[in-house]
């Protein structure tokens, strides 16, 4: 009984160490609309290559991503929305005009019909 009172109270007491960790961060908030004549093997690149800058820029430190699947009809034609966290400000800074980053962005832009971009700091 005591190991799981003790295990139950790990995890709740790491949780809130992971909420507390969490806030302060900043997130980048990135949404895209494709151009009609994009194909979808272009697309997939664009995804492809966004997913691979953690790996490239060592201020992200989480990433996710994912493709809209609301029924509401409200998403103005945007259909895909990328998640990036960074520690700071500082870390968003050495994101933008980094190669990896810009090298991205070059490939994009011939694609790219619509971007939504929102930077917050985590409450």
Excluded at 4 to 23: N, Q, V
Excluded at 39 to 67: M, R, V, Y
């Amino acid at each position: 009984m005591k190991t799981i009172l003790f295990s139950l109270l790990s995890l709740i007491l790491i949780s809130f160490t992971s909420a507390a960790e969490e806030k302060g961060q900043l997130r980048h908030l990135v949404m895209f609309k494709f151009k009609d004549d994009a194909k979808a093997e272009q697309i997939t690149s664009i995804e492809k290559h966004f997913a691979s800058l953690p790996k490239k820029i060592n201020t992200i430190i989480d990433f996710e991503w994912g493709t809209n699947v609301s029924n509401e009809k409200k998403n103005d034609g945007l259909t895909h929305c990328f998640f990036v966290s960074f520690k700071d400000q500082a870390g968003l800074d050495v994101y933008s005009p980094h190669p990896a980053h810009q090298a991205f962005v070059k490939e994009l832009l011939p694609i790219l019909d619509k971007v939504v971009v929102i930077d917050y700091i985590a409450q």
